[in-house]
């Protein structure tokens, strides 16, 4: 593993990004989206071997996250805005197509950019989150309904609350939210297994053994979200309607190459989400990493990190040619 790179400051949109690189600069490029309540340093693991295999490795903080720019208003942080950061930080490193990957928001942002900016993505590749088909209703009303008015998409949309609930707590909250997941993923989840801010109030501490980041590495985050705020990270989640208004009508097809990586025990991303991608995503590849929960850059990195490489030298050539 290289050390993590130094980030570079990059103006894009209107904004400025803390972007880390590694790698040749002739390499095809490899643009690394994190998810929450994460940084560019959730593929501390990844950019080391992606780097030594040859590629161009772009790892920014997104925005409103880390070093980078995080402005307050919700309405800021839609769709198209953050694919215009993106494209923008591609323009600026004087970069016309990369491979996307994404994990946990990272996700949800990668399969619109294939077809919303498809003349910037040359390829992707999914870690957890699927390319699903747009949902009849919005997902928000689907949320509550199942779940109820504590799902934490739900409590996200009240301003302020849901900051103020982790703001001052962030050692304890990465102790919380990295938890090693359990043996065993039910098929459905009960309610309360969603109703995150719930059970943050009530947590006091986890052992060593049962959390799956290390306590070096959640010091960077906790000083990182202490310094930032957490307002940037809930933002995505107040646009979740917005996203679904803006895909009606879109085509939801993704004619890049593709690779979806799931994990056997992500309960809220689960490989059955995977089932049926094929008629949305032609030239996929699936692949599903066992004993595996949410956190797999963590939990798994030796084993995400030879899947990604592979699948890039394999295909690298036909990648170029996009």
């Not at 095809?28 to 161009?56: D, M």
């Not at 109030?201 to 799956?212: G, H, K, L, S």
């Not at 009508?249 to 989400?273: K, R, Y």
Request: proline fraction near 9%.
């Amino acid at each position: 593993m290289i050390d993590f790179p130094t980030p570079t400051r990059i103006q894009t949109n209107g904004i400025t990004l803390s972007v880390h690189q590694a790698g040749p600069k002739d390499g095809l490029p490899v643009l690394l989206l994190h998810g929450w309540p994460e940084l560019a340093r959730s593929w501390l693991n990844q950019i080391g071997p992606l780097a030594k295999a040859g590629f161009r490795v772009i790892a920014p903080d997104m925005r409103g996250f880390g070093a980078s720019d995080a402005p307050k208003d919700p309405s800021l942080y839609g769709i198209d805005t953050l694919l215009a950061d993106m494209t923008g930080l591609l323009d600026a490193l004087g970069i016309k197509k990369a491979v996307w990957v994404g994990h946990d928001w990272g996700g949800l942002i990668i399969w619109p950019a294939a077809l919303l900016v498809p003349d910037h993505v040359a390829g992707v590749i999914g870690v957890n989150t699927p390319h699903l088909p747009r949902p009849p209703v919005c997902p928000m009303e689907m949320l509550r309904q199942r779940y109820g008015d504590d799902h934490y998409f739900v409590r996200f949309q009240e301003l302020g609350a849901p900051e103020a609930a982790l703001e001052g707590r962030e050692e304890d909250f990465f102790k919380f939210v990295f938890a090693r997941p359990p043996k065993h993923i039910p098929k459905t989840l009960p309610p309360s297994a969603t109703h995150l801010l719930n059970r943050f109030a009530d947590f006091t501490d986890r052992a060593e053994r049962n959390i799956v980041v290390p306590a070096a590495e959640r010091t960077h985050y906790a000083r990182a979200y202490a310094k930032s705020g957490f307002h940037g990270g809930v933002n995505y989640y107040r646009n979740v309607t917005a996203n679904w208004e803006r895909m009606e009508g879109v085509d939801m097809t993704v004619h890049q190459p593709s690779l979806m990586i799931g994990a056997e025990l992500d309960p809220f991303l689960p490989p059955v989400f995977m089932d049926g991608m094929e008629e949305r995503v032609p030239d996929l590849q699936k692949h599903v990493i066992r004993d595996c929960g949410h956190w797999t850059q963590w939990e798994k990195p030796e084993e995400l990190s030879a899947l990604m490489v592979d699948w890039l030298l394999k295909h690298e050539k036909n990648l170029r040619s996009q």
